[in-house]
Structures are given as C-alpha cells and as structure tokens.
C-alpha cells in the first residue's frame, strides 16, 4: 500500500483516515515526465537513428543526456570526425529536414550540417549548446527538394564546431 502511495502525486488527499485518495480539483498539474527515449518508428516521415548512420572517425555513445531518440546518441570531439545519415524519398517533393540533439555546455557553437538535396549541397550551422527551437529536441534545418529513390543525406562534421558533435537523428518529412 505505501508503495503506491509514493507513486501517486503529491497533492492527493484522503477526507478522513479510511477514506479513498482523491486528487483536489484545484491541484497543480504535474510536469510531464521525461523518458528516457523517442521511439523512432513513433516520429512521422523517415527517421534516420544515429546507430544508422555511416560514422567516420572517432565516436562514443552516451545515453546521460534525456530524452535520445533510439537506444542512445553519439558524440565527437575529434578532427575529421563525420557522420552521414542517407535516405531516399518515395515521393518527388519538398520536405522539412529535422535534426536531434541534447545540448550541453560541452556541444558544439558552431557545428556544420551539410544537405544533400535534389537542388544541391547546402551547409548550415547549429549551435548545439542550445536547445533545439522544436519538439523532443528537434531542430529544423530547412526545406529541401527531394526526388523520388534518388540517394540523399545529411552530413555532420566536426571540423570547426568549436566543441562536441551531438548525434542523435535526422527527420525528413513532407510539406504539406
């Protein structure tokens, strides 16, 4: 009995000793809670998870950093590191490009992220000591022209981020 008393919010209250626990109606609501990971196969359009992505160089794993999309991210620090996430569309069309990251003080100020479209190579730059402007850590990179089983990527370096590279997926999905 004590052990779902704990699991119950702090604002419950009983009536009298015997009485059923009942949560006040003018109770404050709680935070959401955060788990620990995204389900990738729950996110729309295609997702592509770093444990998918074709890595050169040095990378670790870490699951500290709350919540990841997948099993857990991965990061780098060392020059010349890269990580390419492709992908094919099955509809010739424009679509918003998301990247997934955790931000620390340890991230990168100035990470370059390369976009491989119909329309070309486009490189942007995330400051990934900041939170992602979007939902569960994403942050919109653009939108890009993609034809139909042609290859296209998302390309991460670690050259110039002016501190850790922070994987943790990349989303592409249709505008509408």
Known sequence: ILKDLMNQPGAMRRDSLEAALHLPANA????????????PKKLDGIVIDDADAELAGVWSKGEGLKPFVGDHYSYASAKGASARFGFAVKQTGSYEVRAYWQPHANRGRSVPVTILSADGEKTVTVNQTRPASGKNGAETLGTFKFNAGEEAAVIFRTEGAQGNVHLDGVQVVPVK
């Open 28 to 39: 404050k609501k709680l935070p959401e809670i955060v788990t620990d990971s995204i389900d």
